[in-house]
């Protein structure tokens, strides 16, 4: 332990060693000077604060010396001492700024210094790498994006991962119109980093990426079409397109789903969902009855929602499925069971979609008679009894819905009714829900209605437009608000139809993409979890690489 007097010659010392350097016009001569201030990190507590200051003020003169002065001033960053480390930690970037070949290494210790507890320290760190991305973006971002890219070192920090995931959601990606300069460039660069940090990702961190993506300039609404694809690409990649499809594999399902759900604006925007809706109806439909019941509705609203966007091709190559599945939840006489439906209303719009693109495909499917002049219209064959036994479905659903609605209705009297009597908020609450709920059912109803009545007709007109609003696509927003997923907050999830009577099911948000499933996927960033074999599970369960 340095004494008292042993201290004080020690301080003097060095504001001789940076007096002289200071006031040498040649400072790349004062070599022992220099020596003396690394040597001063080993010394008292004061001396180490000194030494924080002067090892970066000098370091450009001293070339031949580098490697000790950086050495020296990383191991005042891990000083036991609060107030050496913040200091050391301030003066990172001043390495930088006439040698910025050290840029890349800085920003590396800076990275893994993220994960310090104290405030004070972990600002001057969030300064430190601020300063560095304004001085040298590309090598910065490159050097950040190598403790959130997958590895498979067993040394690898999970911490620090997280830490930096957080760092760059916070404070970089809301920096990006001051940051990313050259524009184009740097957009483009930023979008190669996050491809290469996606081969192993949870369900949040993946749409935190694919949200930032879509803010960028070279992706915005006036992007060219194969840029919107590459974003599509992006997202089957994500959802293992290619990969074999096992039905006890939630994870992948999850994923899948969730990708789909994703995708949507896209296919808006014109790029393909050919590969997702091949990859649906080759491997998920097939399956469909041994999915759990929120995924087959998931599965059914997101097909219903990409219905419109499917090219006539392939609208012929999933149709068949579609009324298969129809003809399984369309009883033909009335059963003891109650009618799903939720599944009805999404198996009808897709049906209608998907007709719509290729109409005399359903001739062989439902008995139609629709004549196009091309051999597919198969006009001479015998399909009446496939429309006999269409259209008696579409009479017993058409009963079951107007039967339901004349229920619902006298419910909604009794809702008002109770509403007027409840006394507690808690009472006016539960019965608020009840009428929105109530509210959905009636309009799933009639969206029923309104799909089956034109196809009784032996050449019926398909709905290709969007007259039909999807009943969950404008159910009331819940009560207390969700919070952003770039927060990494948990949001509200809405209610799936489980038990078949959807009319008494809370639907999805207004905006109609964000499904349960997705919801649920995406809490909080600190939920992360391994993807299987691969890596971090979708949903983040289960907890993998030491995640805190």
């Given at each position: 332990?340095?004494?008292?007097?042993?201290?004080?010659?020690?301080?003097?010392?060095?504001?001789?060693?940076g007096e002289r350097l200071n006031e040498a016009k040649d400072k790349s001569q004062n070599v022992k000077d220099y020596e003396g201030i690394i040597r001063a990190a080993k010394g008292s507590i004061k001396a180490k604060q000194l030494?924080?200051?002067?090892?970066?003020r000098f370091f450009k003169f001293f070339p031949s010396l580098s490697s000790q002065a950086v050495e020296?001033?990383?191991?005042?960053?891990?000083?036991?001492?609060?107030?050496?480390r913040v200091q050391a930690i301030r003066g990172l970037p001043l390495f930088c700024k006439d040698t910025p070949e050290y840029v890349s290494k800085i920003v590396d210790i800076l990275g893994q210094l993220l994960t310090a507890e104290e405030n004070v320290e972990r600002d001057a760190v969030h300064k430190a790498l601020l300063s560095l991305l304004r001085q040298d973006v590309k090598a910065s971002l490159t050097a950040l994006f190598k403790h959130i890219e997958s590895t498979d070192e067993p040394s690898t920090d999970e911490s620090i991962r997280e830490k930096v995931l957080n760092f760059v959601r916070d404070k970089v990606f809301p920096l990006k119109a001051e940051l990313l300069k050259p524009q184009e460039q740097m957009e483009r660069h930023i979008t190669e980093l996050v491809k290469k940090s996606l081969q192993d990702v949870t369900g949040a961190e993946f749409k935190m990426f694919m949200d930032f993506l879509k803010s960028l300039s070279i992706f915005g609404d006036n992007a060219p079409p194969e840029r919107v694809q590459e974003l599509i690409e992006i997202i089957e990649g994500q959802a293992d397109l290619d990969a074999q499809f096992n039905v006890s594999d939630v994870d992948h399902i999850d994923r899948l789903i969730s990708c789909l759900c994703m995708a949507l604006p896209f296919f808006m925007r014109g790029a393909s969902n050919s590969k997702f809706l091949n990859y649906v109806n080759k491997h998920i439909i097939p399956v469909f009855d041994q999915l759990p019941e929120e995924r087959k509705l998931d599965l059914l609203k997101n097909l219903a929602e990409s219905s419109p966007y499917t090219s006539p091709q392939d609208s012929r190559q999933l149709l068949p499925s579609i009324v298969q599945l129809l003809k399984k939840y369309m009883p033909r006489r009335?059963?003891?069971?109650?009618?799903?439906?939720?599944?009805?209303e999404c198996l009808l719009y897709t049906f209608h979609h998907l007709a719509y693109k290729t109409p005399n495909a359903t001739n062989s499917l439902c008995g139609y008679k629709i004549v196009t002049g091309q051999p597919s219209d198969r006009l001479g064959e015998d399909f009446s009894e496939y429309y006999k036994d269409f259209t008696e479905r579409l009479s017993s659903v058409e009963e079951l819905a107007r039967a339901t609605m004349k229920k619902l209705t006298q419910g909604m009297a009794e809702h008002g009714k109770a509403m007027a009597a409840a006394k507690t908020d808690e009472a006016k609450a539960s019965i608020k829900t009840k009428k929105q709920n109530?509210?959905?059912?009636l309009r799933t109803c009639n969206n029923i209605l309104a799909m089956t009545q034109p196809l009784h007709s032996k050449a019926p007109s398909f709905t290709g437009d969007k007259k039909i609003n999807l009943s969950w696509k404008e159910a009331v927003k819940p009560s207390t608000p969700s919070t952003a997923v770039a927060a990494g907050a948990k949001r509200t999830a809405t209610a799936s139809n489980g038990s078949g009577n959807t009319a008494m099911k809370k639907g999805r948000g207004d905006g109609g993409v964000q499904n349960q499933l997705v919801n649920r996927a995406l809490e909080g960033l600190s939920r992360g979890g391994r993807?299987?074999?691969?890596?971090?599970?979708?949903?983040?369960?289960g907890r993998g690489r030491g995640y805190r």
């Open positions: 332990m340095v004494d008292g007097s042993e201290e004080t010659s020690e301080i003097e010392k060095l504001y001789e060693y030494a924080a200051q002067l090892i970066p020296a001033h990383f191991d005042l960053c891990e000083e036991e001492e609060l107030g050496i009335k059963a003891g069971e109650e009618l799903n439906f939720t599944y009805v109530t509210t959905t059912g993807r299987g074999e691969r890596g971090r599970r979708w949903g983040g369960r």
